[in-house]
């Protein structure tokens, strides 16, 4: 059922994250650079039912994934609110009509600050491999077609995480990668059999079966120890690496075989036990971006090439004034755009180089910020919680356009630029909007 329209780069990283996209698509939750940004141009100022809306299209319940962009296709989870089912389900990119939608799993537990169909999809233009915060993990053709489905939770052990499982998978150089960081223990409930360990995966995406698992050990304490962030691909020193943070530190594996070649760490050295990491490792020109939980308030660069504890050796520069708490940052034209959604809600632009801040755009908003900003054409595209959506000059934080859209539930799933389109995931309501 449609809405109604009138209701409402630098060598090492480009190589790694183009190697197996093309031009204009958008295949995982980053987007084509792992950072936030597209070469996407003439893109529509103003995002609202009565201007540039090409379609929206009514989704059969809530998600926080982003709309996952490839060719004439998006792909986008959801929790189907009559069966309490979790779906897959692929939209036509030019009209919107749902061109097929398969179930994966059972939408349970919930919470109140997240839904199983929370993780992104990810594709290479031929399969489509979607994830659930139940440990569910399924594979389809970009017809529908079923490849395989597996659970993590069953194969692995349960997910001990506050807010439910929330990281989406990587897929690089043949291999689909998915980061479990969690407490060792339940987070509720009495303790059962061995401590649970923490883990980086690699499974073979033609099979769904595993290749290799690397146990990752810190000496995180408490919710700390638990992170929602995705894998980050990087290619640079002779050497194909995952990246991923969580519990306390950053973790460098080599591709192949998951074998721990660095890591960073220091921004909490009394173990405060509940600093808990939310937003993912981003690529930004010569460095890893971090940015450290809550009101802590640093985003931290980090130089790639490092072997060991690189703590002290590899830290470039550290900026202390802004707190991030939950949203990734954006690396857009060689600046890094740090969204601080809970406390201050605005808009500031870093210089990548030195971590010195170049300005501050506030947003005036009663609700927090979950999405990561998005930068294409020249703007940065950002949404709320209820689904107000600003776009903003990149080249100096002047707000474009401020407008609100419909959703049912909160909106989390960051803002999608692909195939000349921007699309927006509300909830339970995807739109794509067209300048053309």
Known sequence: ??????????????????????????????????????????????????????????????????????????????????????????????????AWQRDVG???????????????AITDGKSVYFSYGTGDLAAFDVEGNALWARNLQKDHGGFNMQFLYGSSPLLYRGRLYMQVIHRDRPYSGRATGKPAESYLLAIDPATGKDLWKHIRVTDAQGEAKESYG???????????????????????????????????????????????????????GDFFIVCTPKVMGHVLAIRPGGSGDVTRTHLAWRNKEMAID??????????????????????????????ARKWFTPLSSATVFRTSPTGADGKIYI???????????????????????????????????????????TGNKLYAFDKR
């Not at 998951?258 to 009394?270: H, S």
Request: aromatic residues 8%; glycine residues 10%; hydrophobic residues 40%.
């Open 383 to 425: 949404m709320n919680e209820a689904a107000e959506v600003w776009v903003l000059s990149a080249a100096d934080g002047k707000i474009i356009s401020k407008t609100s859209l419909v959703t049912e539930g909160a909106a989390r799933a960051s803002i999608t630029v692909a195939q000349g389109c921007v699309f927006v995931h």
């Open 106 to 120: 059972m939408n349970f537990p919930r919470h109140g600050m997240n839904d199983m169909a929370s993780p992104s």
């Open 230 to 284: 995705t894998p980050l691909a990087y290619e640079g020193a002779g050497r194909n690496e995952v990246v991923i943070v969580g519990a306390d530190c950053v973790t460098s594996h080599d591709a192949e075989t998951g074998t721990e070649l660095w890591r960073c760490d220091g921004w909490n050295p009394t173990h405060i036990n509940h600093l808990r990491m939310v937003p993912s490792v981003t690529a930004a």
């Open 326 to 355: 939950v949203c990734n940052p954006l690396y857009y034209r060689n600046d890094l755009y740090v969204l601080d959604g809970d406390f201050k809600k605005g808009l500031s632009c870093l210089d990548a180089k030195t971590g």
């Open 1 to 98: 059922m449609k809405c109604d329209r009138s209701s409402v780069w630098v060598i090492g990283w480009v190589v790694a994250a183009c190697s197996w996209a093309w031009a204009g698509d958008w295949g995982q939750w980053r987007g084509p650079y792992f950072n936030g940004a597209s070469d996407e141009v003439n893109l529509p100022e103003r995002l609202s039912p009565a201007e540039n809306m090409l379609w929206c299209v009514d989704l059969p319940g809530h998600g926080a994934g982003t709309p996952i962009v490839w060719g004439d296709r998006v792909f986008v989870g959801s929790v189907d609110k009559k069966t309490d089912k979790l779906v897959a389900i692929c939209v036509a990119r030019k009209d919107g009509k749902i």
